[in-house]
């Protein structure tokens, strides 16, 4: 759990100090992937901010994409 709570800060303080980038947010989550966070685990966390960052949400329904597959596959965090 200390890498969930990890990079739910990272996330946070990245996006609240305006570094929204898409590319570097996915950098960040494919990071935390190779560390052992699973798909469920950030799907979870990303419906956690969504409650803590309303104003953020499409976002992360964007970083989602990513997580769920909903993307081209080469973008895709977890493969199926």
């Not at 966390?45 to 309303?54: A, F, V, Y």
């Not at 949400?57 to 970083?63: C, I, M, R, S």
């Not at 997580?67 to 199926?80: A, E, P, Q, R, V």
Request: hydrophobic content about 40%; overall charge negative; proline content about 1%.
């Amino acid at each position: 759990m200390r890498e969930y709570e990890m990079l739910k800060n990272t996330l946070i303080k990245e996006i609240e100090n305006n570094h929204i980038e898409l590319w570097d947010l996915h950098e960040i989550l494919a990071r935390y992937r190779d560390k052992g966070i699973t798909k469920e685990e950030m799907q979870k966390l990303l419906d956690e901010l969504c409650d803590i960052m309303p104003e953020q949400v499409d976002l992360f329904h964007d970083l989602m994409d990513f997580i769920c597959g909903f993307c081209n596959t080469d973008l895709s965090l977890f493969k199926y």
